[in-house]
């Protein structure tokens, strides 16, 4: 019989583990479709197998107090890794929390169907509970694996495109402000200050890890052929920037794909910045459509143009998932829309939560349940992306309670949906 031992690396087994990984040794990471997140039309390109040379800078970069890396032994040899970085999550009430998230996963195709991955998982689970870490998320590479352990997706994200000939405003604008195209320097020193205004105020937000910014200095070219980035700003009448976009126009023999203008990142802090920036997007010289990647699922822009349906939906995929670690401490954590008492009963858990915009205190009861459900449902409904109700009607939550599906909808709903930009 194999043994098997899960455990930290060490600083010497660090290009075994980053070994395992599909980006280090050329195997699929991602299901091989478009995604909502990329503005490009091609699917996800074949890997390349790191160099002796890139296996030493990545090395590097795994050993970081921020990156906590898991590794399967089998017999001695490493067999599949996965780690935990540290970043916050702004949760309903603007509070951000730390949040662990699970990247950089991988078993190797030879050691497959042994539970390795479980045993990763719980190892990095019980690593954030001693950390007092109550949330952990991810960003699934397949959307068969992680409910298992409990994850279930929290956000979407969108990815739409509209027509340059169609896209005409309702109403006219003067902007009382600037647009400017900078270079890709000055841009990684935009970038991080907007972003942390952002996720001050934005539900669903991720901090981003560090060096996030510093590739928009050094350019490049992607392997998809979408040509350089372009970065364009938006600073208000103070001249103090309020906002910022992304963009590439590639080149293509196919007329069909000719023209299009992809937005590739786009935020914004107040309505002036978004509807300049989106002004000149929509309309930029000899083009004939705009495709847009990572966009919230309510995005204020359908509802500004003259015809509504200007703005066709391509892809929705989920973005993060998240799976509660401590519900009592994850439900404190934030606000809530109106004021209530509900009985939740969690797994085997059940739970006094009684929440109102000020906050709410969650306690173990004896009481009988307004409703059951999962860790799974929780982490869906945590910041309010998805209806108690959806999940209701698909036999995943049971109401005993009148009205407990919509008292918990009230409850728990922002008023805007969440939405993160920035993953890990």
């Not at 479709?33 to 800078?57: F, H, I, K, N, T």
């Not at 519900?327 to 739970?351: F, I, K």
């Not at 009861?365 to 209806?387: I, K």
């Amino acid at each position: 019989m194999s043994i098997v031992e899960v455990r930290p690396i060490t600083a010497d087994e660090a290009k075994e583990y980053l070994r395992v990984l599909p980006y280090v040794n050329g195997f699929p990471q991602e299901e091989p479709e478009p995604s909502a997140w990329y503005a490009g039309q091609a699917a996800w390109p074949p890997q390349v197998p790191a160099s002796e040379a890139d296996l030493e800078r990545h090395a590097a970069g795994v050993q970081v107090d921020w990156f906590r890396p898991q590794a399967a032994f089998v017999d001695g040899k490493l067999a599949g890794g996965s780690a935990i970085v540290s970043v916050e999550l702004t949760v309903p009430g603007g509070r951000q929390v730390a949040l662990g998230g699970v990247t950089s996963t991988a078993v190797l195709p030879t050691y497959r169907r042994r539970g390795l991955l479980r045993q990763i998982m719980s190892a990095m689970l019980a690593d954030c509970r001693e950390r007092g870490e109550f949330l952990a998320g991810l960003s699934a590479s397949e959307g068969i694996i992680y409910g298992r352990y409990g994850f279930a997706p929290a956000t979407f994200q969108h990815r739409w495109e509209v027509q340059r000939a169609d896209a005409a405003f309702r109403t006219d604008f003067t902007d009382p402000g600037t647009l400017d195209l900078i270079d890709g320097a000055a841009a990684a020193e935009v970038w991080p200050v907007l972003h942390e205004q952002v996720r001050a105020e934005r539900v669903g937000e991720i901090s981003p890890l560090p060096g996030k910014w510093t590739g928009l200095a050094s350019g490049g070219l992607p392997a998809d052929g979408s040509g350089p980035a372009h970065h364009l700003v938006h600073r208000d009448a103070r001249g103090v920037v309020d906002g910022a976009a992304i963009f590439r126009l590639p080149w293509s023999p196919d007329a069909a794909q000719a023209g299009v203008l992809q937005v590739e990142a786009f935020e914004s802090l107040k309505f002036d910045a978004y509807r300049a920036l989106w002004g000149l997007l929509l309309d930029f010289d000899l083009t004939k459509r705009v495709v847009a990647a990572r966009r919230p699922v309510d995005e204020p822009l359908r509802w500004m143009l003259t015809n509504p349906r200007a703005l066709k939906l391509k892809l929705t995929r989920d973005n993060l998932w998240l799976r509660i670690l401590d519900v009592p401490a994850a439900l404190e954590a934030r606000t809530y829309a109106t004021t209530d008492t509900l009985v939740l009963e969690v797994d085997s858990g059940r739970w006094l939560l009684d929440a109102g915009p000020d906050g709410a205190s969650c306690t173990a009861t004896d009481r009988p349940a307004d409703l059951t459900l999962s860790v799974n449902e929780l982490g869906s409904l945590y910041l309010g992306g998805v209806r108690a109700g959806e999940l209701a009607y698909s036999n995943r939550i049971t109401a005993y309670t009148p009205n407990a599906l919509s008292r918990l909808d009230a409850l728990l709903r922002p008023d805007r949906a969440p939405h993160n930009a920035v993953g890990f």
